[in-house]
């Protein structure tokens, strides 16, 4: 079945840096979703694109969908602890069910 | 209710019981998600409702799983004979479809099994 691949699996940053995170896949999407998961939560959607090309923000965060829509990328400028947790991308599949990627885990030294 | 809802949030039980753990969706939401996630790891899905539609329920595990979803709304996650490996945060999501493709899902806080 389709399947989605994030890189880097893991991430050990400075609080301040920027922050880059990809997710990539051998079908194509026509939905890409980037969700946060804090310890002990549930997942939380940040952002969702529709349109291949399409560039959103929310706040400090920005996501990318891919021109050949194979592929996102989500950025996280000027990190600070909060940032702190594991990220997944997850798009619908052919059969409409919705499938997630492995997850970017992201640790920030202060 | 606003988002989604799981009960219990947390669940101890001893090996070999059966649990039983609930999953209310937003209303009107036709799409219904379980997920296991172990201690640090991702998402592990498990079965798919969608409207009237059959459930694709090849996430399960083993025979020891079994979901419902009783009028389209409220779902139940079964886990009979449970066993250690188990123990997991079991998630529920929801979402509406809409066009071609379902549309974002929204997660419970989850239910923390724990099998002694």
């Known amino acids: 079945g389709q399947q989605l691949n994030q890189s880097p699996q893991s991430m050990f940053i400075q609080e301040g840096e920027d922050v880059s995170m990809n997710c990539t896949s051998s079908?194509?999407?026509?939905?890409w979703l980037w969700y946060k998961q804090d310890p002990g939560e549930g997942p939380v959607l940040l952002i969702a694109?529709?349109?291949?090309?399409e560039l959103t923000s929310n706040g400090r965060l920005t996501a990318q969908f891919g021109i050949t829509r194979k592929d996102s990328f989500l950025n996280i400028s000027a990190s600070i602890p909060s940032d702190v947790g594991i990220y997944f991308c997850?798009?619908?599949?052919?059969?409409?069910?919705?499938?997630f990627g492995q997850g970017t885990r992201l640790t920030i030294n202060p | 209710g606003a988002g989604v809802s799981q009960s219990p949030s947390n669940k101890v039980t001893e090996k070999g019981k059966d649990v039983e753990l609930r999953c209310d969706p937003i209303?009107?939401?036709?799409?219904l998600y379980w997920y296991r996630q172990s201690l640090g790891q991702g998402l592990e899905f498990l079965i798919y409702?969608?409207?009237?539609?059959?459930?694709?329920k090849s996430g399960l595990p083993s025979d020891r799983f079994s979901a419902e979803r009783t009028g389209g709304s409220v779902s139940t996650l079964t886990i009979q004979r449970t066993q250690q490996e188990d123990s997991a945060v079991y998630l529920c999501?929801?979402?509406?479809?809409?066009?071609?493709?379902?549309?974002?899902?929204?997660f419970g806080q989850g239910t923390r099994l724990t099998v002694v």
């Open positions: 999501a929801s979402s509406s479809r809409r066009g071609t493709g379902s549309t974002e899902a929204f």
């Open positions: 079908s194509i999407f026509n939905t």
């Open positions: 694109l529709y349109k291949a090309g």
């Open positions: 997850a798009g619908p599949s052919l059969a409409q069910k919705l499938v």
């Open positions: 209303s009107g939401h036709t799409a």
């Open positions: 409702f969608q409207g009237n539609s059959a459930p694709d």
